[in-house]
């Protein structure tokens, strides 16, 4: 048995995203399918769009989703039909080395649905996709789409009372930004943080810095309207380092010393090296930008040696959905944090394209597929 819903694909390398009718089959053992009330568009999903992460179009994308359980696979004993949870890419195993040394954050052999979503038949596409063909789920999930299909281990309760939209968040950008921040950078209370690149991983990475104690958060970005929006979730400076040099700026306001932790959230060269020089002797620049492969950094090997301190990437900022969705949803409940802010609009399956559009023009932090 199977069924039939819309959903969200991008056919090709480039090409314009569109809104097709899919297979989603019933949950087999360890799958659970999901009825999808909120996805966000991050920046992720453009990627995808655009070749950057790899080339298994066509792709099902949409990731950053939270929904209802509608029926679960053989041996499911975690969620049952009827639980609110929010989707993750980060279904641990429990049994590869990371997690058998108690680092489940960076399991190796996280788990996806087995079974594939395809295209209805008597579909056709430009480059000879056709009904039947598989779709590749943007990072195992594809929820821009009215239902989709997981593993049942990629599904994460949470307090039924948040907002759909607002959970969903938590399931990427947001969670990889305040990950970033208080998990990988490890931000401490009376730090200096600076954050490059205040879209929606920013701005989280701002709000995680605050969280955690920070006592100065520089926020960068090229265009004013975003540094205005990081202050509004915490960023003590701004800095729009198209009319000022971002490391320069960055020491200046740290008593020349630059900051404890620089975070790079936008995955460019340039940025990396901004926040390598941006930071004090033996501070820690993290990377939770996503290059693309083209890219390539060169760096004076001795000052990699000589400024000392740690270079780490975030993904997905070293969460464990388990431990912290249902926190970041508390202090979300409680006040503690706004997520609400992140959600700038709210818009229908068939303007996704339309939303890329917007957050290339930068209008956005996030925009959500409500359904
Ligand atoms: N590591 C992870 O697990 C993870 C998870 C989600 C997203 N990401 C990545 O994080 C990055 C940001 O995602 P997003 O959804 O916030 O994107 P976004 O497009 O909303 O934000 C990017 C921001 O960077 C700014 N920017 C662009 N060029 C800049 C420059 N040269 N200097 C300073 N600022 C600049 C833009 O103005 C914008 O505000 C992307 O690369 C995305 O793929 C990583
Ligand atoms: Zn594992
Ligand atoms: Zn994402």
Redesign the pocket.
């Known amino acids: 048995m199977s069924q039939q819903v819309q959903g969200v694909i991008a056919p090709g390398k480039n090409q314009p995203v569109r809104v097709e009718t899919i297979v989603v089959p019933d949950p087999g053992p360890g799958e659970a399918v999901v009825k999808i009330q909120a996805c966000g568009v991050?920046?992720?999903d453009l990627?995808y769009k655009q070749g950057g992460i790899n080339d298994d179009f066509p792709f099902l994308l949409g990731h950053e989703a939270s929904g209802i359980v509608e029926s679960v696979g053989e041996g499911v004993s975690d969620v049952a039909p009827g639980d609110f949870v929010i989707l993750n890419w980060r279904a641990v195993c429990g049994s590869c080395r990371a997690c058998l040394r108690g680092r489940p954050q960076y399991c190796f052999n996280t788990h996806n649905a087995k079974q594939k979503m395809t295209l209805l038949g008597g579909t056709s596409l430009a480059g000879g996709l056709g009904g039947g063909t598989e779709l590749s789920p943007a990072l195992g999930i594809g929820a821009f789409a009215e239902k989709t299909l997981v593993a049942a281990g990629q599904c994460t309760k949470v307090d039924p009372a948040v907002s759909p939209a607002v959970a969903g968040l938590l399931g990427?950008?947001v969670m990889?930004?305040i990950g970033?921040a208080i998990n990988t950078g490890n931000v401490g209370r009376g730090d200096s943080v600076a954050v490059?690149?205040?879209?929606?991983?920013?701005d989280a990475a701002v709000v995680g810095a605050r969280l955690a104690g920070a006592a100065k958060i520089i926020a960068?970005?090229?265009?004013d309207r975003?540094l205005a929006t990081a202050k509004t979730m915490g960023a003590t400076h701004t800095v729009n380092?198209r009319s000022q040099d971002?490391v320069e700026a960055i020491r200046e306001l740290t008593g020349g010393n630059g900051a404890d932790v620089v975070i790079e959230?936008?995955?460019?060269p340039?940025?990396y090296k901004q926040a390598f020089y941006a930071r004090d002797l033996a501070g820690t620049v993290v990377l939770?930008?996503?290059p693309t492969p083209d890219m390539t950094l060169e760096l004076p090997l001795l000052d990699v040696f000589g400024r000392g301190g740690a270079l780490k990437?975030?993904?997905?900022?070293d969460c464990l959905p388990s431990r912290d969705f249902p926190m970041l949803v508390d202090l979300h409940q409680q006040g503690r944090i706004d997520l609400g802010a992140f959600v700038t609009e709210t818009i229908a399956l068939d303007e996704v394209e339309k939303a890329f559009e917007r957050?290339h023009e930068?209008d956005v932090?996030r925009s959500v597929v409500e359904f």
């Open positions: 991050c920046h992720t990627h990427c950008g990889a930004g970033a490059i690149g205040c879209g929606g991983v920013g960068v970005d090229i265009d975003k380092s971002a959230a936008v995955g460019h340039e940025t939770v930008g996503v990437s975030s993904w997905y900022g957050m930068g932090l």
